[in-house]
């Protein structure tokens, strides 16, 4: 079984800063991705940002330049830096691996960007 507990969302305004983590229950080792996704009201859950054990990231477009995922693997946590927070970016925020082919989610954490 993995944990994975998602922390960091809240109210920012358009242009702002969040720092989104994601704290597993095992170490990161374990997992050949760590994976960022969101879902906006009334749309479907997209993949925002991913890394692998080996360092290789991957963007959606949307953010590309904007967020950046990275791993503390220590503290067992992944994390998403989103700067120039846009109103489209408003989404719950979900951590997501795989191990032995079981998928594991977290529990999500709110982002809302509003003026």
């Known amino acids: 079984q993995v944990q994975l507990v998602e922390s960091g969302g809240g109210l920012v305004q358009p242009g702002g800063s969040l720092r989104l983590s994601c704290a597993a229950s095992r170490s990161l080792l374990s997992f050949s991705v760590m994976e960022w996704y969101r879902q906006a009201a009334g749309k479907e859950r997209e993949l925002v940002a991913s890394?692998?054990?080996?360092?290789?990231?991957n963007y959606a477009d949307s953010v590309r330049g904007r967020f950046t995922i990275s791993a503390d693997y220590f503290k067992k946590s992944v994390y998403l830096q989103m700067n120039s927070l846009r109103q489209e970016d408003t989404a719950v925020y979900y951590c997501?691996?795989?191990?032995?082919?079981?998928?594991?989610w977290g529990q999500g954490t709110h982002v809302t960007v509003s003026s």
């Open positions: 890394l692998t054990n080996g360092g290789i990231t």
């Open positions: 997501r691996t795989k191990l032995n082919n079981h998928e594991y």
